[in-house]
C-alpha cells in the first residue's frame, strides 16, 4: 500500500538512493541534505532507496536556477522552506477533506485501507485539475503581493526602510478555546476550527485585508488602513457574537511601521495586536491609540479605557470600538 500511494502521487516508483539521486543531477551532497531538510523531511540513510525520477528533475532545475545572477544558495533554500511548511500544510488539508470525504460515501464498512484505496483512485483522477488549480491560485497570489511590493516601493522612496510597511494590524481569538478543546470529540472540535478560519478568512477578505496566518483559535490579519482593520475587527466580533452555541471571538488592533518578511510580519504594532488581544473581554474589539485616534468619528465608537501595562511595550492606553446605534457600514 505505502508502495502504491509513493508511485501514483509521486509520479513513478522509488529507484534511487541520495548518492545517486544528487549524482544524476550534479547538486553536491551538503547542499541536497539541506535542500531536503528545508523541505520538511528527515535525510534518508545512503543506502535507503528514497528517490525517484521526479526528484532527479526537481534537484537538476533548482541547479539550473542556481546559474542566473539573482539567485543564491540562500535564496533558494528560504523558498523551499516556503514550499515545505506551505504545501505539508495544504497536503494534511486536503488529505483530512478528502477521507472524511471518502468516509460519508455509502460503502460497506470500510476499512482504512478501502478508504485510502479509494483516495488513491480519485486522486489520480482528479490530479491533474487541482493541480491546475494550485498554479492558478499560486500566480494569483503572486500578482498580488507582486501589487503590494509596488505599493511598498513607492512608498520606501519617501521612507527607504527595507521591507518596512505602515500597516494595521489585527489578531481574532476564540475565547476559552482551551476549555473548548477538552469537551469537543476530535471531529467537532476540527469541525470548529475549520468554520472559525473559514469565516475570518472570509471577512478578511471581502474587507480588503489580507490573512498572515492562522493558528488553530488565533487568525493574524494585516489591512492597509486603520478602518479596513476597524471594519474587519468589528465583523469578526459580531459574526461570532452572534452565532449559537459557539465561544465568543475577541480582537485587538494596532496600526504603524510593520516589518514584512517572508510571508509573516514583525514590530511593535504585532505586539500590540497581540498583547490587545489577550486583554480584550469576550467579543469586544480592542485597539492600540495609533489606530483609534485616526479613525472616522462618524463611522466608529471609540471608548477610550485607563492605560494599562502590556508586555513589552509599557503603559498603553486601549480603546474599545464598536459600532454607532446608527452606522452607515452597520447593514454592509
Given at each position: 500500500m505505502a508502495d502504491d500511494i509513493e508511485e501514483t502521487l509521486l509520479g513513478g516508483p522509488l529507484r534511487y538512493t541520495r548518492g545517486e539521486v544528487e549524482a544524476l543531477s550534479g547538486v553536491s551532497?551538503?547542499?541536497?541534505?539541506?535542500?531536503?531538510?528545508?523541505?520538511?523531511?528527515?535525510?534518508?540513510?545512503?543506502?535507503?532507496?528514497a528517490f525517484t525520477d521526479g526528484d532527479v528533475a526537481a534537484l537538476r532545475e533548482i541547479r539550473e536556477v542556481l546559474s542566473h545572477d539573482l539567485v543564491d544558495e540562500e535564496t533558494v533554500l528560504q523558498l523551499v522552506r516556503a514550499v515545505g511548511q506551505t504545501m505539508g500544510r495544504l497536503a494534511s488539508w486536503l488529505g483530512d477533506v478528502w477521507l472524511r470525504r471518502l468516509g460519508d460515501l455509502p460503502l460497506d464498512e470500510p476499512t482504512s485501507?478501502?478508504?485510502?484505496?479509494?483516495?488513491?483512485?480519485?486522486?489520480?483522477e482528479l490530479r491533474p485539475a487541482f493541480e491546475r488549480?494550485?498554479?492558478?491560485?499560486?500566480r494569483r497570489q503572486l500578482a498580488a503581493a507582486g501589487m503590494r511590493a509596488t505599493a511598498s516601493?513607492?512608498?520606501?522612496?519617501?521612507?527607504?526602510?527595507?521591507?518596512v510597511a505602515l500597516l494595521a494590524v489585527g489578531f481574532a481569538d476564540v475565547v476559552s478555546f482551551t476549555r473548548l478543546s477538552r469537551g469537543l470529540d476530535g471531529d467537532a472540535l476540527a469541525g470548529f476550527v475549520?468554520?472559525?478560519?473559514?469565516?475570518?478568512?472570509?471577512?478578511?477578505?471581502?474587507?480588503?485585508?489580507?490573512?498572515?496566518?492562522?493558528?488553530?483559535?488565533e487568525v493574524l490579519f494585516v489591512a492597509s488602513t486603520p478602518d479596513a482593520a476597524a471594519e474587519i475587527g468589528l465583523r469578526i466580533a459580531n459574526?461570532?457574537?452572534?452565532?449559537?452555541?459557539?465561544?465568543?471571538?475577541?480582537?485587538?488592533?494596532?496600526?504603524?511601521d510593520v516589518i514584512q518578511r517572508l510571508g509573516d510580519v514583525f514590530g511593535t504594532p504585532v505586539n500590540m495586536a497581540a498583547r490587545l488581544t489577550a486583554t480584550a473581554h469576550p467579543g469586544t474589539v480592542l485597539a492600540g491609540p495609533d489606530l483609534a485616534t485616526v479613525?472616522?468619528?462618524?463611522?466608529?465608537?471609540?471608548?477610550?479605557?485607563?492605560?494599562?501595562?502590556?508586555?513589552?511595550?509599557?503603559?498603553?492606553?486601549?480603546?474599545?470600538?464598536?459600532?454607532?446605534r446608527r452606522s452607515p457600514r452597520a447593514a454592509v
Open positions: 551532497d551538503d547542499y541536497a541534505r539541506r535542500i531536503w531538510r528545508a523541505l520538511g523531511f528527515p535525510v534518508p540513510p545512503d543506502d535507503e532507496v485501507t478501502d478508504l485510502v484505496t479509494a483516495a488513491l483512485a480519485a486522486t489520480e488549480l494550485l498554479l492558478h491560485g499560486w516601493t513607492a512608498a520606501a522612496q519617501a521612507d527607504p526602510v527595507a521591507g475549520e468554520r472559525f478560519e473559514s469565516a475570518t478568512t472570509e471577512i478578511v477578505a471581502e474587507c480588503g485585508g489580507r490573512v498572515v496566518k492562522t493558528l488553530g483559535d459574526h461570532f457574537n452572534e452565532a449559537p452555541d459557539v465561544p465568543e471571538v475577541r480582537v485587538g488592533l494596532a496600526y504603524g479613525l472616522p468619528k462618524d463611522i466608529y465608537d471609540v471608548s477610550a479605557l485607563r492605560p494599562r501595562p502590556l508586555q513589552g511595550l509599557g503603559r498603553v492606553r486601549p480603546y474599545v470600538l464598536r459600532r454607532p
